[in-house]
């Protein structure tokens, strides 16, 4: 129940259903608020308990200063929490072991149990191994099954074991097309309130439903955990940066080329820690479906969020897509009544303004290593050329002849080059060479959720098989859309088989290649790749293409649309200007260029229009966490405490609760440390946290094969992630991690120095050494760090790798609350300062001191730190009192046991 201090306890009639609201307008200043801060005030008012939110925590959110920094520390309380399985499974198992852990402390294991909503949706685990066949999505389910049963069971435990928990099952869709096409509510209604649906994820790309007005950002799986339970999540009023649209697209412009042109601009202006709202006469022209798809890049720009206020064009959608009338009217007039309808000519008070005419979008790509850095479709091939001098041997680059005669590298228009026979499986002899497009994936939460670029992909395809194209023979083609409802409409269409010409046969309902799990390439053509050491690309529709991320054997990545996907699967290389080169002949030999195959926007949106209707969506939904027959016959133990099977490599009782007391030690300073990693700028949560193949010589591998696994049945460490032996031996491993401290080296090595002159040693075993030792760890790096992913287990391997502290020169926000989170200590070096100013080698003992100063209740500003013979004041990145109290308890979780027991 509310304090209800400013009387904002009132009701709205729609229908004849009655709700109870909280009204805004009783909140001075609530009115010249941006939408997102509107929504904040709405939950501070409706959960005002006098303690943790109060009257003045409301008043200062309506007296929000827009060109303060922030510094008002708040309480919000997310109305649920959505999860994909990688991240998802950890919180299940988190939650299964606090159970116990409560009843080891002589608690009641009930009282862990989601407070919100929680929902899960598998979608992570299908890799597409088979593809270019009409059976390929079946085979990869049978796959699927096979190698993730015991998580499967356990989440179907999980399932019967917990209230408010639900599973969507396997090969139905994408967590967050999912979410806006049938979880979202836009508007909530529990226990008679009618509230702003707001949500957190454990998947940073959460944001995408921020295109359907909902605030909801991604967090670590230990803050969704805590969410879950009842707990509010810690934040600072943001600052929120305006961004105008103006004008509409100009045909022949997708809504990918948009969102990479936004995420260029708002990653160059800076907006990590800050929501972005869009407003103006352009919002009013952007189609609901490419709102979601730039909510969905939030974390490529860096914001938290990435949201559009409500209006007409989000009442079509809910329509659309099957929810009830009394919901859709509820929508229209809660947003009416509360002042968070759009007003296409209103100028709301930001922080920050910026601004974009729709018409100047120009056709692009982002590339070869971050969402970030677009690329002029028509400069693509030129930037090529340049970027790819990064990825050859030295010896290739200088044109030196120290390769056997044959292997000579050539020159072709000054690319290097390196043309490479393969003979595939069936006989077929093809070359391949630098640039080679070796996957062409039309995958990811996106774009598969955008009709618009879907189409738009597949009358690509028709044209093209019209053409008598076809794909090259070394692309690996994929078609991985986020929901049932996408297929139903390229069946309806009659896209379906020009698709399947092309190979771009469905492989399966899931992230696929965006979230690495693009399967092997043909053996024969990774083979030749990795024997000539070639530089081969991927082109895929997908918000991720970090270094390592998307096949072992690519190294440079492509985001591109949908219907370039297509294109440039037919084109097979990155050295093809195709805006300007034919990308194939004819059935009589003619050339064929991109502009004969570009189908116009009259004819995408007629399919559009006729081949998507509501009924899809209700079809699809209509049971959508019963799941089929296979999901149904798993069988699952009973009880609300999990059997544990000690033989499990999927799932595992991690060890955090080990020992734990009812009351939490004090802080420490941190003394005799060593670093385990000195790391360079814009370091990902990708490069920290374990993602993608597990190979058999690294420690994660022989673990395994320790354990008895195969080879081949390995799976990825995504699947793995309720198993910490697995996790922790992964974590710092990405195959392009580059550690300073051990130099020449690439991949999850340090210097072991525990030992004589400190070896170079797999990260794992030297922190085992350290850690048998007593020796506590750092990490030392630049700018960003954290970025990408809100990776849970990028702060749960750090901590359990014995990492105390890391120092760097910034942060990306999810991972610093995470490492938080897991009582690691994040420190910033001072300002303008950086390891390599300060002469820091890695090879120092450090200690640092005023860390205590925590148990006194407060928060130090900085804290000395000694390395060697250097000495210098970080500032400690605790940012507010609730991260303070994590911090003091040695993480969240036990913050969160500790609380409900005392209930």
């Given at each position: 129940m509310s304090a209800n201090s400013f009387d904002a306890r009132s009701t709205l009639q729609v229908g004849d259903e009655s709700y109870e609201i909280f009204r805004l307008d009783k909140v001075e200043g609530a009115a010249r608020l941006p939408y997102s801060l509107k929504v904040l005030l709405e939950n501070l008012l409706r959960t005002e308990d006098g303690a943790n939110i109060t009257a003045d925590h409301i008043r200062a959110l309506g007296n929000w200063d827009s060109q303060a920094q922030p510094s008002q520390e708040i309480q919000f309380t997310p109305a649920r929490v959505i999860m994909q399985d990688f991240t998802g499974v950890p919180c299940v198992v988190d939650l299964a072991t606090m159970r116990e852990a409560v009843k080891e402390l002589g608690g009641d294991p009930a009282k862990i149990n989601p407070l919100a909503p929680a929902e899960l949706v598998i979608d992570h685990s299908v890799i597409a191994d088979k593809f270019g066949t009409h059976d390929a999505f079946t085979q990869n389910v049978e796959l699927e099954y096979g190698r993730n049963k015991e998580r499967y069971q356990f989440l179907r435990w999980g399932q019967t074991a917990f209230d408010e928990f639900k599973v969507v099952p396997p090969g139905t869709g994408i967590v967050h097309q999912v979410n806006i096409e049938h979880l979202a509510r836009t508007v909530m209604v529990r226990n008679g309130q009618a509230y702003p649906d707001t949500l957190v994820g454990t998947d940073s790309h959460t944001t995408m439903v921020n295109g359907l007005g909902v605030l909801g950002w991604g967090v670590g799986g230990i803050e969704a955990e805590a969410a879950m339970l009842g707990q509010p999540v810690s934040m600072l009023i943001p600052r929120v940066v305006g961004f105008k649209l103006t004008g509409e697209l100009k045909p022949g412009t997708t809504a990918t080329d948009l969102v990479l042109t936004i995420t260029e601009m708002l990653r160059k202006h800076g907006v990590v820690g800050k929501f972005v709202e869009f407003y103006g006469e352009g919002v009013a022209a952007t189609s609901l479906a490419n709102r979601a798809t730039i909510g969905n890049m939030s974390p490529e720009f860096g914001s938290t969020a990435a949201i559009f206020p409500i209006d007409d064009e989000t009442l079509n959608y809910l329509k659309l897509t099957g929810r009830s009338e009394q919901q859709v009217a509820l929508v229209e007039a809660y947003a009416k009544e509360q002042g968070l309808w759009l007003d296409p000519a209103a100028e709301p008070d930001f922080s920050e303004k910026l601004e974009l005419d729709l018409s100047t979008v120009v056709p692009s790509i982002a590339g070869p290593k971050r969402p970030q850095d677009r690329i002029v479709l028509a400069e693509a091939a030129e930037q090529f050329a340049q970027d790819v001098r990064n990825y050859v041997s030295d010896d290739e680059e200088a044109g030196k002849e120290s390769f056997p005669a044959s292997d000579a590298p050539a020159r072709t228009n000054g690319v290097p080059s390196k043309p490479t026979q393969v003979v595939a499986a069936d006989g077929s002899v093809f070359e391949i060479d630098h640039g080679a497009v070796t996957v062409a994936a039309i995958t990811s939460c996106t774009n598969t959720s955008n009709p618009y670029v879907m189409v738009a992909a597949a009358l690509v395809a028709k044209k093209a098989v019209e053409k008598g194209l076809t794909r090259k023979p070394w692309v690996k083609t994929t078609l991985a859309p986020g929901s049932k409802v996408v297929t139903d409409y390229f069946d309806k269409a009659g896209l379906t088989p020009y698709l399947d010409k092309l190979g771009f046969n469905l492989v399966g309902y899931g992230c696929t290649t965006c979230i690495g799990n693009s399967g092997p390439l043909d053996e024969e053509i990774s083979k030749a790749i990795n024997e000539a050491d070639l530089a081969v690309t991927s082109v895929l529709s997908g918000n991720r293409n970090f270094e390592g991320r998307i096949n072992p054997d690519v190294k440079m990545n492509y985001l591109a649309s949908p219907p370039l996907v297509v294109a440039y699967a037919i084109a097979g290389s990155m050295k093809v200007n195709i805006t300007e080169e034919a990308i194939g002949n004819d059935t009589e030999g003619n050339p064929v260029y991109l502009k004969d195959i570009w189908p116009s926007e009259a004819e995408v949106n007629d399919v559009v229009a006729n081949a998507i209707g509501?009924?899809?969506?209700?079809?699809?939904?209509?049971?959508?966490?019963?799941?089929?027959?296979?999901?149904?016959?798993?069988?699952?133990?009973?009880?609300?405490?999990?059997?544990?099977?000690?033989?499990?490599?999927?799932?595992?009782?991690?060890?955090?609760?080990?020992?734990?007391?009812?009351?939490?030690?004090?802080?420490?300073?941190?003394?005799?440390?060593?670093?385990?990693?000195?790391?360079?700028?814009?370091?990902?949560?990708?490069?920290?946290?374990?993602?993608?193949?597990?190979?058999?010589?690294?420690?994660?591998?022989?673990?395994?094969?320790?354990?008895?696994?195969?080879?081949?049945?390995?799976?990825?460490?995504?699947?793995?992630?309720?198993?910490?032996?697995?996790?922790?031996?992964?974590?710092?491993?990405?195959?392009?991690?580059?550690?300073?401290?051990?130099?020449?080296?690439?991949?999850?090595?340090?210097?072991?120095?525990?030992?004589?002159?400190?070896?170079?040693?797999?990260?794992?075993?030297?922190?085992?050494?350290?850690?048998?030792?007593?020796?506590?760890?750092?990490?030392?790096?630049?700018?960003?760090?954290?970025?990408?992913?809100?990776?849970?287990?990028?702060?749960?391997?750090?901590?359990?790798?014995?990492?105390?502290?890391?120092?760097?020169?910034?942060?990306?926000?999810?991972?610093?609350?995470?490492?938080?989170?897991?009582?690691?200590?994040?420190?910033?070096?001072?300002?303008?300062?950086?390891?390599?100013?300060?002469?820091?080698?890695?090879?120092?003992?450090?200690?640092?001191?005023?860390?205590?100063?925590?148990?006194?209740?407060?928060?130090?500003?900085?804290?000395?730190?000694?390395a060697g013979d250097v000495e210098f004041d970080a500032k400690v990145r605790i940012d507010t009192p609730g991260e303070a109290d994590y911090y003091r308890n040695g993480g969240i979780m036990q913050y969160v046991l500790r609380s409900l027991i005392r209930k």
């Open positions: 509501q009924d899809m969506f209700s079809k699809s939904y209509e049971d959508v966490f019963a799941g089929d027959a296979q999901w149904q016959a798993l069988p699952i133990p009973t009880g609300n405490t999990f059997e544990w099977d000690a033989e499990s490599t999927y799932v595992r009782k991690p060890p955090y609760f080990e020992g734990m007391q009812m009351e939490p030690s004090p802080v420490e300073d941190i003394a005799g440390a060593r670093v385990l990693a000195k790391l360079g700028d814009s370091v990902t949560t990708d490069h920290i946290s374990p993602a993608g193949a597990i190979k058999a010589d690294t420690p994660a591998g022989k673990y395994l094969t320790e354990h008895g696994v195969e080879r081949r049945d390995f799976n990825s460490y995504g699947s793995r992630r309720g198993n910490h032996e697995v996790m922790i031996r992964g974590t710092f491993a990405n195959i392009r991690l580059r550690n300073q401290i051990a130099p020449g080296t690439e991949g999850g090595f340090t210097r072991d120095f525990t030992q004589e002159d400190g070896p170079v040693s797999f990260i794992y075993d030297a922190s085992q050494n350290y850690q048998a030792a007593g020796i506590p760890l750092v990490i030392l790096a630049g700018k960003e760090y954290g970025s990408g992913s809100s990776r849970d287990w990028a702060a749960k391997g750090t901590a359990l790798l014995g990492v105390k502290a890391v120092i760097a020169e910034s942060y990306e926000r999810i991972h610093r609350s995470n490492l938080i989170g897991m009582g690691v200590l994040p420190l910033q070096f001072p300002e303008g300062a950086s390891a390599q100013s300060l002469g820091l080698t890695g090879e120092e003992t450090f200690s640092i001191t005023g860390i205590t100063a925590l148990n006194d209740g407060g928060i130090p500003e900085t804290v000395k730190v000694k």
